[in-house]
């Protein structure tokens, strides 16, 4: 009963891990504002936790966003950063290339995207 039981637990896991990454890789390259999850974001970056950008790249532990107008580089002054560094240690968000304004955000700390003014995904397991 118990081991019934773990592997329809482990099924549905991997079938929204299935939905999360085909819905990121169907929105990959449009234009859209990245919502990063309140909890930690607040407590680490005092500026903007929303940018707008696009979605490069999904991998198995988050994606790779382009922020395509600056004004998240620039909000929460991270333009002294250099390739590599993380952002906030609790965050993990890391800045992947300085000079494209490229990050990875971990799907832990990414809250929703939004199209055309409407929230499509929101994740429903936030930091």
Do not use: H
């Amino acid at each position: 009963m118990v081991f019934w039981l773990l592997s329809v637990l482990a099924l549905c896991a991997l079938a929204l891990a299935v939905q999360y990454q085909l819905r990121l890789r169907m929105a990959a390259g449009d234009d859209l504002v990245i919502g990063m999850s309140e909890g930690t974001w607040n407590d680490c970056v005092p500026g903007s936790s929303k940018m707008r950008g696009r979605i490069d790249r999904v991998r198995l532990t988050g994606v790779v966003v382009t922020d395509t107008d600056g004004a998240f580089t620039e909000a929460n002054d991270l333009v002294r950063l250099k390739d590599g560094d993380l952002i906030c240690p609790g965050l993990k968000l890391r800045l992947l290339d300085a000079r494209q304004r490229q990050y990875f955000v971990p799907f832990a700390n990414l809250g929703g995207l939004r199209r055309s003014g409407q929230w499509f995904w929101t994740n429903p397991f936030p930091d």
